[in-house]
């Protein structure tokens, strides 16, 4: 399959100079850095993959909205304006700003979940999972099969596993807090899910009465999926294949440092559950500050109110998701596996396919990660074992369902020629694949390791 790349659909007038390393400075550097990615200096890295979380290059409309941001306390013309575009493309009666996903887990959340409750989702990203887990409560993972099937091109591997999820909602009646929808699927390799997935599943909601919520971080990804991927929506707008996938839920979470195409930020909504609203409003007051600016500047809502709009234009997405698309044909074509067809925001590599010799405790994931610092100064980072940490009763390792080491691409951030070089770099290391060796774990802390561990290669 020929991919052809998709032109940028704007001009550079701002440019940030990279630096070369050496190889043997590459080598000096990551040694330094106890073989961890999170530890690298950013100036000593080439192409920087390792999230795209706030790393996105934003607009010269949105520079521009930073200096018309208004900075009073209360009552903000930059959140009124904000308040505009979300009224226009979510249809929430309460929208509120906060400083980023994370936060708006964190207001949220304590309101449905405490001890003996549970919550239920395609799939929890981590922070996502660790706020459920703070309020006492428990996060069940209910992803359809096809996920795991990396090789087979499935349209919607992001999907809610329906026979599961009638399941679970027989066997936890009455314990049910919440029921999470992450769009698009970030740890299964940000796959999307389909409108007729959420609709079984807000259907279902509604049947047992339990509020559904939108993990929203990718929700322009998700809306540009459906439209390529699901007939019935050919023809629809991408903003009003959002407002629909909005309209299916109740509440909504997002980290606006995602497809709203921003350095910091974040939301909260609730479409029409007035108490809930007045709830969420007086923790966001207590966590985050007054409620027109959430712990965020009156300029960050401005650049958001802009962000938001430029983040569901058609043409963006069709480049953003093109840039997935063509590294991943290049790859396919050298027959290097990942997850399959590409995700919104990043390519996930099959780690355990490229080095079946590297055990799941010896983190391929991982290895892979180095190696690709080493070969060309790219930064990714694993999604796999090394991530997944230990059994928290055995302490134990566990073996990740996925070994994979994750590309995300930052948005309007990197061109055709940085994409090229993955690939070369890639073919080099898939050619001395067998010689690449596994990780040992020298200190690690006792939760969320991947970010702090100091590694060690095994000889
Ligand atoms: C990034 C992300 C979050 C957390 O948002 P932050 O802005 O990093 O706090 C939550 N859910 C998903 C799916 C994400 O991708």
Redesign the pocket.
Known sequence: MAVKYVMEPFRIKMVEPIRILTREEREAAIKEANYNVFYLRSEDVAIDLLTD?GTNAMSSEQWAGLMRGDESYAGSSSFYKLMEVTDRLFGYNYVQPVH????A?KVLFPLLLKEGKVAISNMF?D??RAHVELTGGRAIDCVTPEAREVQSKVPFKGNMDLPRFKELLHEYEGRIGVVVM?VTN?SAGGQPVSMANLREVSALCKEHSLPLCL?A??FAENAYFIKQREEEFTDSSIEDIVHEMFQLCDLF?M?A??DAILNIG?LVGAKDNEELALKLKANVISFEGYSSYGGLAGRDLEAMAIGLLEGIDEQQLHYRIGQVEYLSALLEKEGIAHQSPAGGHGLFLDAKALLPHIPYYEFPGQALAVELYLEAGIRGCDIGSYMMGNDPDTLEQIEAEFEFTRLAIPRRVYTQAHLDLIVEAMKNIRDRAASIKGYRIIWEPPILRHFQAHLEPLE
């Open positions: 979380s980023q996903g994370r936060a887990e990203f922070t996502t992450t970030n993990d971080a990718r979470t980290s440092k995602k974040g």
